[in-house]
């Protein structure tokens, strides 16, 4: 018998890019049956380190197209546009996974 999504969700973080392709068809298999556990699938591990990463190379490059040259000339830079600039490609990723768990649930016409 094929476990839950719930019991899925809390599973360990899944190391391996193949083992996460591998559960995530078997829960294309099951489908999504509430808004609530694509949020919960968006805020799993490695949901979150795939966010963090294009967080990272996205808002670093942001910042050195923006604020590069202050940060090069040791001139004044505003901390909070920098943060902001880390913050926005995370949450436009994380978004990304909801919606396309979503989307993947409405497309069997399970959500």
């Not at 094929?2 to 190391?15: F, N, V």
């Not at 699938?41 to 670093?60: D, E, Y």
Request: aromatic share 8%; proline share 5%.
């Amino acid at each position: 018998m094929r476990p839950s999504l719930r019991q899925l969700a809390r599973r360990p973080a899944l190391r391996r890019p193949q083992a996460f392709a591998a559960e995530a068809s078997s829960l294309q298999g099951r489908g999504v049956q509430t808004p609530h556990e694509a949020w919960r699938i968006m805020f799993r591990a490695q949901s979150v380190r795939r966010s963090l990463l294009v967080s990272l190379v996205v808002g670093t490059l942001l910042n050195a197209i923006n604020q590069g040259s202050a940060i090069v000339l040791g001139e004044h830079v505003v901390l909070w546009k920098i943060a902001l600039t880390y913050c926005v490609p995370f949450a436009v990723s994380s978004y990304g996974t909801y919606a396309g768990v979503l989307s993947a649930a409405s497309d069997r016409g399970q959500a």
